[in-house]
């Protein structure tokens, strides 16, 4: 009798848990847009590992690395993609990255580059000329 018990209390805490779970499940993200692009320094890609960073007016930014071609493709907390509007695009290297390259300043976290992030599909391509 006490098995039968014990299987019936582990069968409720169970589903009880699993219904927690489900209940708090975080799927309130903003809309968002995917966002894909090239970040080319006098036509050529930087080394790969470049963070570039799409700030919404209202929100969390959304990130993406350059591959070795320099492609980089969005992604919103877990999500692929940036937040739908008006977004402060900037570029930084990782702390310590041996493979650092200098661009131009008006590309870093006081650059004046914005975009606007439409719904669906979007292609941002971004395209540095060295300081002369």
Not at 68 to 86: H, P, S
């Amino acid at each position: 009798m006490n098995r039968i018990v014990v299987l019936i209390l582990t069968l409720a805490l169970l589903i009880f848990i699993l219904f927690l779970r489900n209940s708090c499940a975080t799927d309130d993200y903003p809309p968002l847009g995917r966002v894909r692009g090239r970040v080319l320094l006098d036509g050529k890609p930087l080394p790969a590992g470049l963070i570039v960073l799409f700030k919404p007016k209202i929100g969390r930014p959304a990130s993406g690395n350059t591959d070795a071609d320099a492609y980089f493709d969005m992604v919103y907390r877990k999500k692929r993609g940036a937040i739908v509007g008006n977004n402060h695009v900037s570029l930084q290297w990782p702390t310590g990255f041996p493979n650092a390259v200098a661009f131009p300043a008006d590309y870093g976290g006081a650059s004046e580059i914005f975009v606007d992030v439409k719904p669906g599909r979007n292609e941002f391509n971004i395209e540095m000329k060295s300081d002369e």
